[in-house]
């Protein structure tokens, strides 16, 4: 099993839909979890950090569930330029501090 | 304007050369990183330093090195020892290693 797991997708929304990415983890020591946005061909960039209580920030919405060991991104009012990969990324202490991305969710929003 | 500078942004390696990829940090981070991403692929880390004059090896070390003489900069050379060095190669900072980090544009090496 993978540390970090996501849907590699492709999802393809309408403009204006809400869509939802899941990510589970293995360790269940985690204690850092992040979402990133990466763009065809270009470094990751933070999108969110995540907290045990959850967050938004505008149309997104990150939670955090450690009894079941995943986290979530939610989307709301899509647009074009949210057509991205987003990145999963979990921090644990395994025998020294580890920084675990997942290998991506494309989403494809179109017009 | 701070941040991560990597350079080049192309990098040509001919068969049986070293090259080395810069990555310079003005944020004042005690942490760096260097990443590999095979297209379609996610991060896979190469090394990291926590702090100056000291560097641990990561997941796919093997046919790399690195130095960290300065806390600003990072360098990554690839030896030819790397047989497969064809990759987009990402340096990121942190303040330590419980926070986000913060990526460089890249470096793309390809083989000649």
């Known amino acids: 099993r993978k540390e970090v797991e996501q849907d590699p997708g492709p999802f393809n929304v309408p403009e204006g839909a809400t869509v939802a990415f899941n990510c589970t983890y293995s360790n269940s020591a985690s204690q850092s979890f992040f979402w990133y946005r990466q763009d065809c061909r270009k470094e990751p960039k933070l999108l969110m950090s995540?907290?045990?209580s959850g967050n938004e920030d505008g149309r997104f919405t990150a939670q955090l569930n450690r009894a079941s060991q995943y986290i979530s991104l939610l989307i709301r009012d899509s647009k074009l330029s949210d057509s991205a990969t987003y990145l999963c990324v979990v921090g644990a202490w395994d025998g020294g501090f580890k920084t675990i991305f997942g290998a991506g969710t494309r989403l494809f929003v179109k017009a | 304007d701070g941040g991560i500078t990597q350079s080049p942004k192309y990098l040509f390696r001919k068969e049986g050369q070293n090259v080395t990829l810069s990555c310079e940090q003005n944020l004042n981070h005690d942490a760096m990183y260097w990443y590999r991403q095979d297209p379609g692929q996610g991060l896979r880390l190469i090394y990291y330093?926590?702090?100056?004059?000291?560097?641990q090896k990561g997941d796919i070390a093997e046919g790399y090195s690195v130095s960290r003489e300065k806390k600003e900069s990072f360098p990554l050379t690839v030896t030819s020892a790397q047989k497969n060095p064809t990759a987009f190669y990402l340096c990121?900072?942190?303040?330590?290693?419980?926070?986000?980090?913060?990526f460089g544009d890249g470096t793309r090496l390809s083989i000649l």
């Open positions: 995540v907290y045990s």
């Open positions: 990121a900072s942190g303040t330590d290693s419980n926070q986000p980090q913060h």
């Open positions: 330093s926590q702090i100056v004059n000291d560097f």
